[in-house]
């Protein structure tokens, strides 16, 4: 098969001279009866991907962690039961795989799922992973995102999506709604990281009153890349909800939240998400003088309770804590190859900011909003608050994975939104 695969040795100084694309690298083998063999439909490229090439996590193998695609085969160990529930189905997936999935399972000390999937012996997963069978939604979070063992889609110790076929755990498959074509399924994984800020509780749109002087968190989003503006559309939209189920109530009085305010360095791409919810504003009125964009402005300084740094830039974090308020939470959704030279942790300890990461996101849930991308918009109990998502809006160009250093050179420009793979063997 063909895969575009990352030599961890390579240091070349194009980033893009440290992968191969291989036109015979061998199919992947199904390691038990929980891998499913997927093929390929359509790949995205993430700014992640990008820093991988640089070095980032060290990682070597098949890049590429955004995908759609079908299950073709299954393990020959595995169910008639499992065969009738996934052969043929159109998936996308979690890209961190536990180490529950690692062994095979043991039919004398394992017990069937309702689905027909085995649970796999306590002894044989970490307390994390083991903790998951209890079903407790902060158990399944962490097994989902914190296994220690873990190994992630093209990121860490497990070959990627930017090739033709792949193997990934049954656990981590979603199925894909018919009424969602393939280049905006392939928006599900960084469309979840988005919705994890909302799933990790860190962001609040309410109204205020009584003791409270106002409404909600008022929030900052950095950065008009990819995830900074399916953050927006998250976010944006979680505001105009709660502000529509406060019309819907008849409630009246209160002290309504403000929008969250995205900055960015480019009027087209913040103008995609001028019907989500969000106050649009170029990063440099955030300066005192926009042309040397060195001192913040008091009208910005200290003024949001949530910072989310999206920009993908090590330098962003320097402005987002100059915009969290004292005690704020400043949300990390970047990862860089770089570090930030000369970096001052002295405002996070006077401040005494909550730093928080953020990472990957519930894939059923960005399915849920994608298959409403082509409907009328996005309701809360009958009422129409907010326009749909529409992401084919995004995708800037699509090659064919013969091209694929075509692909990562368009996708490394600075004007280019999302580009997609395509399998040639569709």
């Not at 063999?37 to 890049?63: H, P, S, W």
């Not at 307390?127 to 902060?138: L, V």
């Not at 205020?208 to 939209?237: N, Y």
């Amino acid at each position: 098969m063909q895969a575009f695969v990352i030599d961890p040795k390579k240091t070349s100084p194009n980033p893009l001279d440290n992968g191969t694309l291989i036109t015979n690298h061998p199919l992947p083998t199904i390691l038990n009866e929980k891998y499913a063999l997927v093929k390929i439909l359509r790949a995205g490229i993430c700014n992640t991907d990008l820093e991988i090439l640089q070095g980032y996590m060290g990682f070597g193998g098949i890049l590429g962690h955004e995908f759609v695609g079908k299950v073709i085969q299954l393990h020959p160990s595995a169910s008639q039961s499992l065969h009738d529930q996934w052969i043929g189905q159109r998936v996308c997936g979690d890209i961190n795989i536990g180490c529950c999935n690692f062994s095979s399972s043991n039919s004398s000390n394992d017990d069937d799922d309702e689905d027909g999937t085995t649970n796999t012996s306590s002894s044989s997963c970490c307390t994390i992973c083991n903790n998951k069978s209890n079903y407790n939604q902060s158990n399944i979070q962490m097994s989902r995102n914190h296994c220690p063992n873990r190994t992630v889609l093209g990121i860490l110790n497990q070959n990627g999506t930017f090739a033709e076929y792949m193997t990934l755990p049954l656990s981590n498959l979603h199925v894909v709604p018919h009424s969602i074509p393939d280049e905006i399924a392939v928006f599900a994984e960084p469309l979840a990281a988005a919705c994890r800020v909302v799933e990790q509780g860190l962001v609040q749109f309410r109204y205020g009153g009584g003791e409270e002087c106002r409404g909600g968190d008022r929030v900052a989003i950095l950065g008009d890349g990819k995830l900074g503006l399916c953050i927006a559309e998250i976010l944006g939209r979680e505001y105009l909800q709660a502000v529509a189920m406060h019309q819907k109530q008849g409630m009246k009085g209160g002290i309504a939240p403000q929008p969250p305010v995205l900055f960015g360095k480019h009027v087209h791409k913040l103008n995609l998400v001028s019907e989500s919810g969000v106050q649009r504003r170029l990063v440099k009125e955030c300066y005192t003088d926009e042309t040397t964009m060195e001192e913040v402005s008091p009208d910005h300084a200290n003024q949001y309770d949530v910072v989310i740094d999206s920009t993908g830039n090590p330098n962003g974090l320097t402005l987002a804590m100059t915009l969290c308020r004292p005690m704020g939470r400043l949300i990390l959704k970047s990862t860089c190859a770089a570090g930030v030279k000369g970096f001052n942790s002295a405002p996070i300890v006077i401040d005494e900011l909550q730093v928080i990461g953020s990472r990957c996101g519930p894939i059923d849930k960005a399915l849920e909003l994608l298959e409403g991308n082509s409907t009328e918009g996005v309701t809360e109990n009958g009422v129409v608050v907010s326009a749909p998502l529409r992401m084919e809006k995004y995708i800037t160009e699509s090659f064919p994975l013969s091209r694929v250093r075509d692909a990562l050179e368009c996708a490394a420009k600075k004007s280019t939104m999302k580009v997609q793979l395509v399998m040639e063997n569709n």
